[in-house]
Each structure stands twice: as structure tokens, then as C-alpha cells.
T-cell receptor
Framework: ETGVTQTPRHLVMGMTNKKSLKCEQH?????MYWYKQSAKKPLELMFV???????ENNSVPSRFSPECPNSSHLFLHLHTLQPEDSALYLC?????????????FGSGTRLTVV | SQQGEEDPQALSIQEGENATMNCSYK?????LQWYRQNSGRGLVHLIL?????REKHSGRLRVTLDTSKKSSSLLITASRAADTASYFC??????????FGEGTQLTVNP
């Protein structure tokens, strides 16, 4: 365990479903991130939260909706996804917004859209 | 835009040998980090080297940074089968977040 916990580990959903991914950290970190990892592509940064406030949204489609209710929890709400959204979704946290100390990643949620 | 590019894309060695992976990047950086990812799992932070540092060590890992050539290398000495994984470099530029390369797949054969 790295200190960042993601649930569920695996998720299969239809294109009309609504589901949520959950991320939890108890490291006292102030910044949290969602990344998408697709086969044969570099990790793509999706969203950045610093002290519960969204500070970055990298042109992510609106079918992905993040939520950060407090500094320990981060959600990614999914609705009407497409098959090309199938990927490993990784949550990460860091002490500060400036990534001076490295990121701690969760184990990821393997999402399959059918 | 992609910042770090790893080389080679894949590397296969025997246990006990050293493994060297390289990373090149395009713009000035604040720091450069190396991560390991076991198949289908999350990334594990290995080492961070700042732009004013030239070399760092951590156990069997040695990282070098050459800012004039915009490149870094990761050396794993006396490799073990458990070192089999994908290795990523990631750069941090001023006002930016971690940007990852595509990674090097290392296979250590017992």
C-alpha cells in the first residue's frame, strides 16, 4: 500500500451507465490528481486539485466530472462514456502543488467501457 | 505536450547485469523524477533530481542529469528479476505539473 487507495480496482460499465471512481489519501498531502493511462500512450493529466480547489482541467470531456469534497478524498464521476475511454485511471497526491517531492500514486482503476 | 522521451523503449538483460535507461526532454526543468510501474499497477516514485544537481544515488539506483544536453539517465546496478517493470521519467517545469514520457519496459531474466 502506498498510502493512496483507489476503488474499485476493476470496473466494467456500459456506455449509458453512471459510475464513480474513488481515491483516498491519508498522507496529509495538499494536492491530488487524476491521470489516464491508455495503451502505448504517455500518462495524461486530467485534473489537478490543490486544497480541495480545482486548479487545472486539461481539456477533459464533460463526461468526466471530478469532485474533491475534502483534502483526503477525490472522486471521478463517469457518465455516457465511450469505448475509447477504456484505460487505467490513476489517482496521485503530493505534498505541494509544485511537485517538489514527487507524487504518490494509487494502484489504479482498470476501466472497461462496453 | 510530451516532455520526456525514454530510450530504449524496451530492454532485456540477465540477472546481475546493469540496466541503463535514458530520458531526453525539450524545455528547461525544475526537477526530473523517475518512476517504476509493475504491470497494471500504480507508479512508484524512485528518485527526484533537481535542476542544480548532477547525480543522485539511492540504493542500487544512480541518476544523472545533464541540463546542457537536456537528458537524464537511470542506472540500476546488479539487477534482479523483481526489477522487471516499466520505468518512466517525468519532468516538472515552472508552473507546470509532472509530464511523463512513454516509458522503458525492462525485463530482467533469471
Amino acid at each position: 500500500e502506498t498510502g493512496v487507495t483507489q476503488t474499485p480496482r476493476h470496473l466494467v460499465m456500459g456506455m449509458t451507465n453512471k459510475k464513480s471512481l474513488k481515491c483516498e489519501q491519508h498522507l496529509g498531502h495538499n494536492a491530488m490528481y487524476w491521470y489516464k493511462q491508455s495503451a502505448k500512450k504517455p500518462l495524461e493529466l486530467m485534473f489537478v486539485y490543490s486544497l480541495e480547489e480545482r486548479v487545472e482541467n486539461n481539456s477533459v470531456p464533460s463526461r468526466f466530472s471530478p469532485e474533491c469534497p475534502n483534502s483526503s478524498h477525490l472522486f471521478l464521476h463517469l457518465h455516457t462514456l465511450q469505448p475509447e475511454d477504456s484505460a487505467l485511471y490513476l489517482c496521485a497526491s503530493s505534498q505541494s502543488f509544485e511537485a517538489d517531492y514527487g507524487y504518490t500514486f494509487g494502484s489504479g482503476t482498470r476501466l472497461t467501457v462496453v | 505536450s510530451q516532455q520526456g522521451e525514454e530510450d530504449p523503449q524496451a530492454l532485456s538483460i540477465q540477472e546481475g547485469e546493469n540496466a541503463t535507461m535514458n530520458c531526453s526532454y525539450k524545455t528547461s526543468i525544475n526537477n526530473l523524477q523517475w518512476y517504476r510501474q509493475n504491470s497494471g499497477r500504480g507508479l512508484v516514485h524512485l528518485i527526484l533530481i533537481r535542476s542544480n544537481e548532477r547525480e543522485k544515488h539511492s540504493g542500487r539506483l544512480r541518476v544523472t542529469l545533464d541540463t546542457s544536453k537536456k537528458s537524464s539517465s537511470l542506472l540500476i546496478t546488479a539487477s534482479r528479476a523483481a526489477d522487471t517493470a516499466s520505468y518512466f521519467c517525468a519532468t516538472v517545469t515552472s508552473g507546470s505539473r509532472l509530464t511523463f514520457g512513454e516509458g522503458t519496459q525492462l525485463t530482467v531474466n533469471p
